[in-house]
């Protein structure tokens, strides 16, 4: 993988992330930009990457990137992976894929018609377990599924004074906690079980129906507390609860709710599969384990330990059993299966990571989910691709 090179756009959360999990494979980080010259300049010799760029038109201009990694809101997720791939760039994207499914719709197509590697972020696969359950159900060792039942919730929006691009809806779109968590939990569940949703029943509520919004850039904050008149009120359009009713393929049943207000959740995607066998359940804030359920023995914890998974999940563990492995190691793993699949070099061949019409179908159910909420019935989900 030595002449794979690769540029970054965005460096908040998520692109210093992309950056160490990168590092961590052996594959070079050339450049990075972000949303000025300075700032890009700035973030460069912070991170220790070679090339600040003025512009992501520059950046994909560089003959020597091979591939982008797209960590900036959500709105230039598009026009962005549009570029790249008329660039000739391999493009991974943060999810959502885009703002909405006609634009997602046409990258996939993009991306088919370039033949170029393609990948979306839904790296909740990757923890070892997850890889271990979906074998398990593959095998038939939770028996005719029945209910597929959980949660995504965080605190991180609970007061009227937490701001974030993502509460407005030009940058981050007219969904949010769906959008944002709630299509990671989507996702997980159709890798693990194979079952496409069929149709929704969705209920939302915004419940800090005005925010205090700050009147300048947070970082001109930094050491000082914020007073009343360094905000400004802003109402808000976008979700901070929903719960829905999911119908699946087969005639299972699912239910979930995402939430980012709910106290004392930092990250916490649940989630219970029910089985004619058995019932199996995982929690992202003890990555490590996972629950099985029995009706006539005693329950079980499977603690992660290669020796234990099966074949698929020791492909995707790195230490033995009682060295934990997280958040950071997941998109170690997923970028470890994308870069594996660009130097194999058969773009036609499955891909064994979630791509973008992975993405572009979570597009379509946000939308079915949007309209159910806004109409108060069940909405098919129509898949065109």
């Not at 690769?6 to 594959?27: C, D, Q, T």
């Amino acid at each position: 993988m030595a002449q794979i090179k690769v540029g970054i756009a965005g460096a908040g959360f998520i692109g210093p992330a992309h950056i160490e999990a990168l590092r961590r494979i052996n594959i070079p980080v050339l450049g990075l930009v972000t949303s000025s010259r300075e700032e890009s300049q700035q973030k460069a010799a912070a991170l220790g990457i070679p090339k600040a760029y003025d512009s992501f038109e520059d950046m994909i201009a560089d003959p020597e990137i091979t591939a982008v990694h797209l960590a900036t809101p959500n709105y230039l997720h598009y026009p962005q992976a549009k570029a790249a791939l008329l660039a000739g760039k391999h493009v991974i994207c943060d999810k959502p894929l885009a703002m909405n499914s006609r634009e997602s719709a046409e990258l996939v197509q993009l991306a088919r018609d370039k033949g170029l590697v393609n990948a979306i972020c839904f790296n909740l696969r990757f923890y070892p377990l997850m890889h271990h359950a979906r074998s398990v159900i593959q095998q038939g060792a939770l028996g005719d599924l029945f209910i597929l039942q959980g949660s995504y919730l965080q605190d991180w929006l609970l007061y009227p004074t937490d701001w974030n691009w993502r509460l407005e809806p030009e940058l981050g779109g007219t969904l949010r906690a769906v959008a944002d968590i709630g299509s990671h939990w989507l996702d997980l569940m159709t890798f693990l079980t194979g079952l496409k949703v069929k149709a929704v029943f969705a209920d939302f509520k915004t419940f800090i129906p005005v925010r205090k919004k700050p009147s300048k850039p947070v970082e001109t904050y930094t050491g000082k507390l914020l007073t009343p008149e360094d905000y400004i009120d802003q109402p808000i359009y976008t979700e901070d609860y929903a719960s829905i009713l999911l119908y699946y393929e087969n005639d299972v049943r699912g239910v979930v709710t995402v939430a980012q207000v709910c106290a004392g959740r930092k990250n916490r995607l649940y989630f219970e599969i029910d089985g004619s066998k058995a019932a199996m359940a995982f929690d992202s804030e003890r990555p490590n384990e996972l629950w099985l359920g029995y009706r006539d023995k005693p329950n079980e914890l499977l603690l992660k330990d290669p020796s234990l998974l099966t074949p698929e999940a020791r492909a995707i563990t790195s230490y033995p059993g009682g060295h934990n492995e997280g958040f950071p190691d997941i998109f170690k793993q997923l970028f470890k299966k994308i870069y594996a699949y660009i130097e194999h070099g058969d773009y036609t061949a499955p891909t064994d990571f979630p791509t973008f019409l992975d993405g572009h179908h979570e597009m379509l159910i946000a939308e079915a989910i949007e309209r159910s909420a806004k109409e108060g019935r069940w909405v098919e989900v129509q898949y065109d691709l």
